[in-house]
């Protein structure tokens, strides 16, 4: 499923004094099955611009397309539209409501008026797919850790089959070892399933780690897109903007200064340290 | 999607607003108290100067204060009606089978309305004119003379400060889950009343799990900088009686003697 934004604008309390100008003449597609990372700052509009993208937030001018249809256009497909683009919030486990883990997964898969096979079906693929074992299916989901909690909110928007997934700073809050589990899980997610994913994060080292394009916003705008190796050779730019390359690209870069000859254009923490065992070698 | 607008303070400087909120509670209650010892015109229009020069001074839009007023307007109305309907008089104005209006009735219900209007246009300007947090310290003094008889005045000022500061967290919590329920299929607007209510669980059961933590966090906090109640607590704003508050409750016993001197006139020269 691509997507395809034209022109998007968001004006918050629009009309008052409060007005503020969240985005800003926002254009950008995204290709079917790709891996998209969304970076900037807080409150640079990323959470705004995901919220539209399933029409919880309209747009105060433009348009967001999917496969070419206008999202906002028809009210009674807004329901279809939801089921589409699965939105994973910051901190989805707050959103946990019901008795038992089963149950609080299946509560989209409901929505959307399946039968009772299907439900069970979707449930228990979208739990696995998370990681978590069906002897937790009848437990409530608030005696879970916290890692825990996190997958089984996830499952619940998966258990939507979402053909593009959007995930709002899916590992913000969680363990090093939570973070790997979760991240690693989204990209098995998006190569196995073949779905659209977004991601939004403030870890420039996830990123690269992850996504196959990204889209750096900064105040309401998309100031820079392009592949990771592009973005991430943009070192000023991004400074500019008070972001920054990763960690790994640094230590790179002050290597190279000390006269380690390091490859440019290296950011990942894998990439980095095989450059530095080569160089090592060598010597 | 969900704008509330805690409390209904309006910003501004003004002499009213700095005016020490234990004084403008007490002149308040004092007014709205004398507002029901008024028995004429005369001692409403008198009240009605008051309230205008107050709102003048205070620098509020009076549409703010109209605004206030049309949450209650239906109750002015159904008050104002009743009295019409059912007070007993002599003058009958009007008769027509088993309804009967009576001169009696009718100033008794523009009486009744009037009163109404003026308490709710001064309680407002109280709001409009304090912050909830100064309204708080103000009626936790207030209750300060109960403690003797074990009132817990501090921890009741405490409480409702801390629920004030609390809804716009509670109600932008409310508003994401609303939007994650949303993403997910759920539907809140169409249906009957119960299954409206059945999907209000999706919504109730975050939020208040997400109330309790947030308290049991805010304990904590409080307890580990050694929050223990009232005692030997300091204030970093002191609230202190200046020469205006002298001024503010001498106009407002000026007020009272004057209802009283009107109420006098009126009845001896026969004023409604």
Known sequence: MSIEIKDLCHVYSKGTTFAKNALNNINLTI?????VGLIGHTGSGKSTLVQHLNSL????????????????????????????????????EHQLFDMTVYKDVSFGPKNA????????????????????????????????????????????????????????EPAAGLDPRGRDEILNQVKQMHETLGITVILVSHSMEDIARLVNNILVINKGEIVLQGTPTEIFS?????????????????????????????????????????????????? | MLKVTIGQYYPAQSFIHRLDPR????????????????????????????LATVIKVSKVPPKFLLRGLRAIIFIIIFTAILNIFFTAGETIVFEWRWMRISQEGLLNAARMALRLTMLIIGSSILTLTTTPIQLTD?????LKPLKKIRVPAHEIAMMMT?????IPTLIEEMDKIMKAQMARGADFDTGGIIKKARSLVPLLVPLFISAFRRAEDLALAMESR????????????????????????????????????LNHVAAVYGIW
């Open chain 2, 23 to 50: 004084m403008k509670l007490l002149c308040t209650m004092l007014f709205i108290v004398f507002l029901f010892f008024v028995n004429n015109f005369l001692g409403y229009a008198m009240a009605f100067v008051l």
């Open chain 1, 31 to 35: 290709k079917k099955g790709d891996f």
């Open chain 2, 162 to 166: 801390i629920a004030l500061r609390f």
């Open chain 1, 234 to 283: 943009k070192v000023d730019e991004l400074e500019d903007i008070g972001l920054s390359t990763t960690q790994s690209a640094y230590i790179a870069r002050d290597l190279r200064q000390k006269g380690f000859a390091l490859p440019e254009n290296i950011f990942t923490v894998d990439a980095v340290v095989d450059a530095i065992l080569d160089e090592l070698k060598k010597r």
């Open chain 2, 138 to 142: 103000a009626i936790e003094s207030a």
């Open chain 1, 113 to 168: 008026g399946l039968s009772e096979e299907e439900i069970k079906e979707r449930v228990e693929s979208a739990l696995e797919m998370v990681g978590i074992a069906p002897e937790l299916y009848e437990k409530s989901p608030f005696e879970l850790s916290g890692g825990q909690k996190r997958r089984v909110a996830i499952a619940g928007v998966l258990a939507m089959r979402p053909e593009v997934l959007v995930l709002d």
């Open chain 2, 226 to 261: 050694c929050y223990r109640g009232d005692i030997g607590r300091t204030r970093m704003k002191q609230m202190r009686y200046a020469l205006r508050d002298l001024a503010a409750f001498i106009i407002i016993l000026s007020f009272i003697a004057g209802i009283f001197v």
């Open chain 1, 57 to 92: 937030l309209k747009p105060s001018s433009g348009q967001i397309l999917l496969d070419g249809e206008d999202i906002n256009a028809d009210k009674s497909r807004l329901k279809a539209i939801r089921t589409k683009v699965g939105l994973v919030f910051q901190y989805p």
